[in-house]
């Protein structure tokens, strides 16, 4: 058979095995080879290390390389297989077609399609409920691509007609909007294009974006908790907090507002009804609360994706907003009064904190969807560049890993103990990712893959920046060509006359 590449060598286990390498030039690591097992047919193996070694009977430097390959299985109907039998050292190992490596993996048809297998034309498609339903984390080092990669699944889930909700701190998400112009786009057989017509921005009252926004989000303040009114009003003395609880109990299950509780606080004495006013009225000059609330239907609509921009908002703000919207959108959802759908937390780490590391408001409720939100059909994605920071739970209960480059120590241990089944040499793996390839975990894989994510369909709007500043700078560089030039005169006892002298 054409293709022969090396031969199985040492020990061998039907999940992966060594072979030497005949020719160094035609193996290389990210390659994908087939071995025939007796039992069970052609499999395919991804070769994950290669290395030299010396050989010790000869004496002019000669080497042999041996390659080690991890086991992919081959489909069988709907799932994947695995041998169950050894292969035996001595069987040839050949490289594997294109057609071949995707026929066994079996990448779900008409799925998401996240980019290319390795470093060949295979596409990656993976199966949009599992990703929906069962959650999905994104976890990278700064600047390796999770926004990027996560702004990718949102544009297949919305050609899908998925209801999606973005949490949005730093206003990273609007370029959906407009068609990229990136020339890579063909490389991965896709066209330019804009989602103007499915993707609404929405900011809360005096953001500083208000004036680009397509609505602004008011909250229900009817009956805030104690916990949501010591957090925005930033309450950190014991007293007052205690005050605020009892102002609340004191309403005896009536309905109401920050006003209503400032009326009653007006029956405090000295510093402290000076401390609670002046809290509850900060909280009500934020314009954030009203009794006309934004219906929260208008948030989760299926084919459209919401974005609530939180850029240039106060944290304490985001973390309210997370979490009364999340919470709407949960119990509406479990009432069956909105579509199903998934929401997008990016910077997840500031909302549903590690325990012991922070505290945040919104933690409870996102804990609440990651465990219960599947039964249903509401979807959690969770991006963070700080796995060590995220709740372990919460990780635990996304079922779709996709983690791009991490580095730091604390958080590869964290994605050790919050990723279910992942090896050492994974994590060796995600230590040397280039930018824009991650380590693809998902149930319907029987092993992990590493995937060149695709380029955006839509504008990046870390590209859109750079754009607008080069254009500037053209245009100042412009400006100044064509401004006259001064014209320098040498008067009589001028300076250089006085400083050299001469006529």
């Given amino acids: 058979m054409r293709g022969e590449v090396g031969k199985i060598v040492g020990e061998a286990t039907p999940y992966e095995f060594s072979f030497q390498i005949y020719n160094p030039l035609e193996v290389k690591k990210g390659d994908f080879v087939k071995v025939w097992n007796d039992a069970d047919g052609w499999f395919a193996a991804y070769v994950s290390e290669i290395k030299a070694v010396s050989k010790s009977d000869e004496r002019d430097g000669s080497e042999t390389y041996l390659a080690k390959a991890v086991v992919l299985g081959k489909r069988s109907g709907k799932s994947i297989i695995l041998p169950k039998t050894p292969f035996v050292p001595g069987d040839r190992v050949f490289k594997a077609e294109e057609d071949f490596v995707a026929e066994c993996l079996g990448f779900y048809e008409d799925g998401v ?93 005096k953001s500083p974006l208000a004036d680009k926004a397509d609505g602004i989000l008011r909250l229900d303040g009817i009956n805030l908790s104690a916990e949501e009114i010591i957090e925005m009003g930033e309450i950190r003395k014991s007293s007052a907090q205690a005050a605020i609880y009892q102002l609340i109990r004191e309403m005896r299950g009536r309905t109401y507002t920050i006003q209503d509780l400032i009326d009653e606080a007006e029956q405090l004495s000295g510093n402290l009804k000076a401390e609670i006013i002046g809290a509850l009225t900060k909280i009500e000059e934020t314009e954030l609360f009203s009794e006309n609330p934004t219906p929260i239907d208008v948030l989760m609509q299926k084919g459209k994706a919401v974005i609530l921009n939180l850029a240039g908002v106060d944290p304490v703000h985001q973390d309210i907003i997370v979490a009364k919207v999340c919470r709407e959108i949960f119990e509406m959802r479990k009432r069956g009064e909105i579509d199903p759908g998934m929401i997008v937390v990016d910077e997840a780490h500031n909302f549903v904190p590690e325990k012991g590391i922070d505290k945040s408001v919104s933690s409870s ?3 609440t969807i990651a ?123 001028g300076f250089f006359k006085k400083l050299f002298g001469g006529d």
């Fill in 113 to 205: 399609y996240l980019g290319y297998l390795g470093d060949t034309k295979i596409r990656v498609t993976l199966n949009p409920n599992t990703l929906v339903q069962k959650h999905v984390c994104i976890l990278a080092k700064t600047g390796s691509g999770k926004s990027y990669t996560a702004a990718v699944i949102i544009e297949e889930l919305l050609e899908k007609d998925v209801a999606l909700l973005i949490i949005d701190p730093h206003g990273e998400y609007e370029s959906l909007k407009y068609p990229n112009d990136d020339e890579s786009l063909e490389e991965f057989g896709l066209k330019p294009k804009g989602y103007a017509d499915k993707v609404r921005m929405f900011v809360p009252p």
């Fill in 365 to 367: 409720i996102l804990r």
């Fill in 371 to 493: 465990s219960e939100g599947r039964k249903f059909a509401l979807g959690l994605m969770i991006i963070s560049q700080r796995p060590a920071r995220i709740d372990k739970n919460v990780l635990s209960q996304c079922n779709t890993q996709i983690i791009l480059r991490v580095t730091n120590p604390n958080d590869i241990n964290s994605i050790k103990r919050g990723v279910e089944g992942i090896t050492s040499e994974m994590v060796e793996e995600i230590k040397r990712l280039p930018v824009g390839h991650a380590l693809v975990i998902t149930p319907d894989l029987e092993r992990p893959v590493i995937v060149r994510v695709r380029t955006r369909k839509s504008k990046h709007k870390e590209a859109e920046e750079i754009i607008k500043f080069e254009k500037k700078k053209a245009k100042k560089e412009e400006k100044r060509k064509d401004s006259p030039k001064k014209e320098i005169k040498e008067k009589k006892g």
